[in-house]
């Protein structure tokens, strides 16, 4: 089953803030973040693994609290060049191979 | 280093109709995906490989067969084509489990009449 994501879509003016959530009813291991541009593939953003590790893009930052099965993708400062629409992407479990993404996020963001 | 590359980009397919379509990387990577993306759907996992000679399936397999006879190829087969399956088809890939990010190719956008 994907992985639900919050809100569907949001609107921003450059400078405003955004929060992403990715919500997964099974215990994960790991969560990415892809931001993916209009007839474009998904980008990587970032990784995140149980246990707090993680690795990625340096003016995006994400939570994962593995107790809730939830991440969060924080983005600050917005700019012109972040519009898109943002996966998160799920592993249940190291070995798995398994890698399921979630339902998206439209953003846009306004001069 | 082309990464990976789908072939073809564009196809329009009649209703019974057969096609393949071919994923190729040069990155010698485990791990291959096929993902299908529709609107408010997102991308969903059709089928997978963890190496040579291996497939599994995915969420929705169903209509879709997939080999993987060389490391760096994995292609995703439609029998009979439906006008359901009209779709953005994404091939990825990735080194293996771990803290590794997915490499995607640019799509093959397929319409079925």
């Known amino acids: 089953q994907q992985p639900v994501q919050s809100p569907q879509a949001v609107i921003l003016r450059e400078g405003e803030d955004a929060v992403i959530n990715c919500s997964s009813s099974?215990?994960?291991?790991?969560v990415h973040w892809y931001r993916q541009k209009h007839g474009e593939a998904p980008v990587f953003l970032m990784i995140l693994l149980k246990g707090g590790e993680q690795k990625g893009h340096e003016k995006i930052s994400a939570s994962f609290n593995e107790k809730k099965q939830q991440s969060s993708l924080y983005l600050t400062a917005s700019q012109l060049s972040y519009s898109g629409t943002y996966f998160c992407?799920?592993?249940?479990?190291?070995?798995?191979?398994?890698?399921?993404f979630g339902t998206g996020t439209r953003l846009k963001v306004l001069a | 280093n082309a990464g990976v590359t789908q072939t073809p980009k564009f196809r329009v397919l009649k209703t019974g109709q057969s096609m393949t379509l071919l994923c190729a990387q040069d990155m010698n990577h485990e791990y291959m995906y096929w993902y299908r993306q529709d609107p408010g759907m997102g991308l969903r996992l059709i089928h997978y490989s963890v190496g040579e000679g291996t497939t599994a399936k995915g969420e929705v397999p169903d209509g879709y067969n997939v080999s993987r006879l060389k490391k760096q190829n994995f292609l995703l087969g439609l029998e009979s084509a439906a006008p359901s399956q009209t779709s953005v088809y994404f091939c990825?890939?990735?080194?293996?489990?771990?803290?590794?990010?997915?490499?995607f190719g640019p799509g093959t956008r397929l319409t079925v009449t």
């Open positions: 099974k215990a994960l291991y790991s």
């Open positions: 992407g799920t592993e249940e479990g190291p070995g798995t191979y398994k890698y399921i």
């Open positions: 990825a890939s990735r080194p293996g489990t771990g803290f590794y990010e997915q490499y």
